[in-house]
C-alpha cells in the first residue's frame, strides 16, 4: 500500500525516558512534517524536512530531535519526556504543498 | 498574525446541509484548506481553494472563501453518518509548505 506508516501507534512511557517514533513514507514525496495533535484536538506544526533538510522549525523544546536518514524517513526522538509531551503526533508528506498526506498517528501518554 | 477560529461543535440531522465555518488572520493566505479527521484516524484531505477562487465545488461539497471578511466555509450538502467527524480548515501562506490548523469542528450527524 502506498502511504505514510508510523510506529509504534501507541506508546505508554515513565516521565523522563528517552524514546522515539519512526515515520516512512513510501509516496515518493521531498517533504515530510511531523505535528502534534493536543488532548483538545489542536494541531500545530513542529518540524519540517525537505530532502533531508530542516526547513520548518517551530518553538519546540531542543528535548525533541528529528531524524532524516533519507527522503523517505523522518524519525522523532524525545529525551526526558514530560507530562505535557502526552499528545498524538502526526507525520504527514507532501510533494507540492497544497497536498499534505498524514500518517494515522502516535498515541504518547507519558505517566 | 496566524490564528485560525472555527467553532467547536455541529449537530445535523441525516440528509440535511452542513455548514462549518472557519475565520483566519493572515490577508497573505495563498491556499485554504479542509481536512478531516475520523475517530482514531489521521487526517484527510477533502478539498482546498486558492484565494484568487470565491467558491469551488466538489460532488457533496462547496468551498466559499470571502477574503474581504476573512471567512472560509465548506459546506456539505445531504449530510450522511459517515460524514461525522472533526473538519479542519488550515491555511498556507506564499504557498509554503507550513500549513496553520484551525481549532477543529466536530460534526455529529444524528438519525
Known amino acids: 500500500d502506498t502511504a505514510v506508516s508510523q510506529t509504534p501507534k501507541y506508546l505508554v512511557t515513565q516521565m523522563g525516558n528517552d524514546k522515539s517514533i519512526k515515520c516512512e513514507q513510501n509516496?515518493?514525496?521531498?517533504?515530510m512534517y511531523w505535528y502534534k495533535q493536543d488532548s483538545k484536538k489542536f494541531l500545530k506544526i513542529m518540524f519540517s524536512?525537505?530532502?533531508?533538510?530542516?526547513?520548518i522549525n517551530e518553538t519546540v523544546p531542543n528535548r525533541f530531535s528529528p531524524k532524516s536518514p533519507d527522503k523517505a524517513h523522518l524519525n522523532l526522538h524525545i529525551n526526558s519526556l514530560e507530562l505535557g509531551d502526552s499528545a498524538v503526533y502526526f507525520c504527514?508528506?507532501?510533494?507540492?504543498?497544497?497536498?499534505?498526506?498524514f500518517g494515522p498517528g502516535t498515541r504518547l501518554t507519558v505517566l | 498574525g496566524e490564528d485560525v477560529e472555527q467553532s467547536l461543535f455541529l449537530s445535523v440531522r441525516e440528509g440535511d446541509s452542513s455548514v462549518i465555518n472557519c475565520t483566519y488572520t493572515?490577508?497573505?493566505?495563498?491556499?485554504l484548506y479542509w481536512y478531516k479527521q475520523e475517530p482514531g484516524a489521521g487526517l484527510q484531505l477533502l478539498t482546498y481553494?486558492?484565494?484568487?477562487?470565491d467558491m469551488k465545488q466538489d460532488q457533496r461539497l462547496t468551498v466559499l472563501l470571502n477574503k474581504k471578511d476573512k471567512h472560509l466555509s465548506l459546506r456539505i450538502a445531504d449530510t450522511q453518518t459517515g460524514d461525522s467527524a472533526i473538519y479542519f480548515c488550515a491555511e498556507s501562506i506564499g504557498g509554503g509548505n507550513k500549513l496553520t490548523f484551525g481549532t477543529g469542528t466536530q460534526l455529529k450527524v444524528e438519525l
Open positions: 509516496l515518493g514525496h521531498d517533504t
Open positions: 524536512y525537505n530532502n533531508k533538510e530542516l526547513i
Open positions: 481553494i486558492f484565494s484568487n477562487m
Open positions: 504527514a508528506s507532501s510533494q507540492v504543498s497544497n497536498e499534505q498526506f
Open positions: 493572515d490577508s497573505s493566505s495563498t491556499y
